[in-house]
Structures are given as C-alpha cells and as structure tokens.
C-alpha cells in the first residue's frame, strides 16, 4: 500500500531553522517525484515545488525560491523541506504528495503543521 | 505562469442537488487538470486526474470535463458527506503548477 507519512508538527521561534521530512511507502520512492503544499489558516492550497528524489532535481514555485529547500535521501526513501529562517508568515500545514503517472498528486502525506511565534 | 481561476468561492445547495464547479486556465493545458476533495483537518484527496478520469474509488457521482480551457467538475446529486472544499490544480509541464483559490460546498 502506497503511503507518504510526515514528521511531526513544530513550534518554532522567528529567525531559526526548521527540516520537516516524508518518507515513502509500498512504491519505488526514487522514480516518482514528490511535490509540496502549503496551507495557511483557513486559506487555500499553494504549491510550492517538486522534487524528484533519484537525482534531487527540484524546481520551486517562484513564490517560495530562495526561501525554502527541497532535498531527498533515496537511501532512506525520505524527502525533506527545509527552511534557514524561519518567518511567522510561515504558520501553515505543509504536505507532501507523489507525482502520478499521469503528472496528478495521487497520494498525499497527513500533513505538519509548523507553528512559527515568539 | 498558468492562473487557474475557480468559481464560484463557495455554494449552498440541497442534498440531491447537481453541483458544478468550474475552472478556467490562463493557457492551454491540453488535459492536465486535476480535481481534489478536502474536509476541515485532512489531506486533499485525488477525485479526477486528466479532467474526466475518476481515481479509484471515488463515487460515480463525482464528474469531469473539458471543454477548451474550462473545465468542470460536477457532482450529481449532493450528498452530506460531500460537504468540505474542492480545489483544481494544472499539472500542465514540471513547473510551476497552480491550484484553484477553492470552492467551499454546504448544504442548504
């Protein structure tokens, strides 16, 4: 059975670091790319960009570029989104999801919320 | 980049009602439209890929279509557990996709 499941959810304070990860399940995790969502409080879905874990090829969402990382360790089956500094603008729950074979995120990880005050 | 453009941003209707919800991209994006289902507190969940493919699954009801760069999503007689927000997404290329601003169904 296909399953993304997440790290748990982390409050931090503005300005420190922050690497949530996803790690894969009942497929062969180095051939789909995984991408990642944001969801601030009670807003919509944003896409934030893809990575494809067999070679760490990533492509970012202009609006997150520069701001966040995507990384993946095959070895592990586990991809990551980090950040260097953290913002309270990044209150939000993030997902992972797979890339399908028809370029549709067909599974999804349950989420980690990142709860960023001080 | 490709805008989607959803509407309407939320609909009140009656169980047994057709519900339509519609997606419009800034550019042709052939058949790479998806539509997903999401309730208060969960992860988004795959209804239709490639506009009118139904994932596995998921209830008859639920419907998809294309028509140019509009695209559909109907369901055809609302149900309570239907209540929650739809969103379109365009997987149109690696990069950059975009989601729909969203489409929060109640029932009346």
């Known amino acids: ?4 499941v997440q790290s748990g959810a982390e409050v931090k304070k503005p300005g420190e670091s922050l690497k949530i990860s996803c790690k894969g399940y009942g497929y062969n ?3 789909r790319w995984i991408g990642w969502v944001r969801q601030m409080p009670g807003k919509g879905l944003e896409w934030m960009g893809i990575i494809y874990p067999g070679d760490s090829d990533a ?3 202009p609006s997150f570029r520069g701001h966040v990382t995507f990384s993946a360790d095959k070895s592990t089956d586990t991809a990551y989104l980090q950040w260097n500094s953290l913002r309270s603008s990044d209150t939000a729950t993030y997902y992972c999801a797979r890339r399908g074979e028809y370029s549709n995120p067909d599974y999804w990880g349950q989420g980690t919320q990142v709860i960023v005050s001080s | 980049d490709i805008q989607m453009t959803q509407s309407p941003s939320s609909l009140s209707a009656s169980v047994g009602d057709r519900v339509t919800i519609t997606c419009r991209a800034s550019q042709d994006i052939v058949s790479y439209l998806n539509w997903y289902q999401q309730k208060p507190g969960k992860a988004p969940r795959l209804l239709v890929y490639a ?3 139904l994932h596995a699954g998921v209830p008859s009801r639920f419907s998809g279509k294309r028509s140019g760069t509009d695209f559909t999503l109907t369901i055809s007689s609302l149900q309570p557990e ?5 969103y379109c997404l365009q997987s149109y290329s690696l990069q ?3 989601f729909g601003q969203g489409t929060k169904v109640e029932i009346k």
């Open chain 1, 29 to 31: 995790f180095s051939t």
């Open chain 1, 59 to 61: 492509k970012y969402s």
């Open chain 2, 51 to 53: 506009a009118s493919t």
């Open chain 1, 1 to 4: 059975e296909v399953q993304l």
């Open chain 2, 82 to 86: 239907d209540v929650a927000s739809y």
């Open chain 2, 96 to 98: 950059p996709w975009t």
